[in-house]
Each structure stands twice: as structure tokens, then as C-alpha cells.
């Protein structure tokens, strides 16, 4: 059930050989989407891409995200 805002659900998609990849993360409740292109799918690359979109989120939203 979907019954507070701020839990998210990641997933991404890597393209062929040395394309990169695509992120994504959806509010669960609103199913508000965040998605970004990724050169590649090195973590620390991936969490900055993820921080960027969540910043457009309204502040205090972010409870808890399966990945």
C-alpha cells in the first residue's frame, strides 16, 4: 500500500557495452519520477545523479528507498 510520501523505489538499466546506463527513482505514493542518462554505473556517479533530482523534491520527503 502506498499510504505515506517519501518512500522511493530505484532501478536503473545499462545500456550495451560502454553506453552508460539510465536511473531511476519514483516516489512510491505520488509516483513522481526522477530520470537520468548515467555515463556509467559507478556508484559514487550514480548517488551524485540521484542527490540532484531528489533536490527538486520538496525537503523533508525522503523516508526510505529500495534500490
Known amino acids: 500500500?502506498?499510504?505515506?510520501?517519501?518512500?522511493?523505489?530505484?532501478?536503473?538499466?545499462?545500456?550495451?557495452?560502454?553506453?552508460?546506463?539510465?536511473?531511476s527513482h519514483v516516489e512510491r505514493k505520488s509516483r513522481y519520477l526522477i530520470a537520468a542518462k548515467l555515463s556509467d554505473k559507478k556508484g559514487r556517479y550514480h548517488d551524485s545523479t540521484v542527490h540532484q533530482g531528489l533536490l527538486a523534491y520538496p525537503p523533508g520527503h525522503e523516508k526510505n528507498a529500495d534500490c
Open 1 to 23: 500500500m502506498r499510504t505515506r510520501f517519501g518512500d522511493w523505489e530505484g532501478d536503473s538499466v545499462e545500456g550495451s557495452k560502454g553506453s552508460g546506463a539510465i536511473a
